[in-house]
């Protein structure tokens, strides 16, 4: 069995719509968490910041491998219409 190696082109581009998907999760995501613990923040800064990294932590690991998942399932290299065109014939 041969390992293939992705190339340059491919990682860039995969990292690229990994932060297209993830600025607008991230950022929906501090809307969401970080008004509901400004108290805790105040009242027990190193627990409330550990929890609130571990939960953009896990947004972006389940982002991560999900877009990484995809990228597999549809054999892309470096063709964003490849994927949308392969998405919306399922």
Known sequence: MTKQID???KSLFEATANLMGGYPMMFV???II??????WIK???????????GVYASINFTRSFLLRRLFAKYELHDNLIKL?????RK
Request: proline fraction near 7%; avoid cysteine.
């Open 7 to 9: 190339s340059y082109k």
């Open 29 to 31: 995501a501090g809307i």
């Open 34 to 39: 970080l008004p509901l613990s400004a108290n």
């Open 43 to 53: 009242e027990d800064p190193l627990v409330a910041n550990i929890t609130i990294t």
């Open 84 to 88: 949308v065109k392969n998405l919306v």
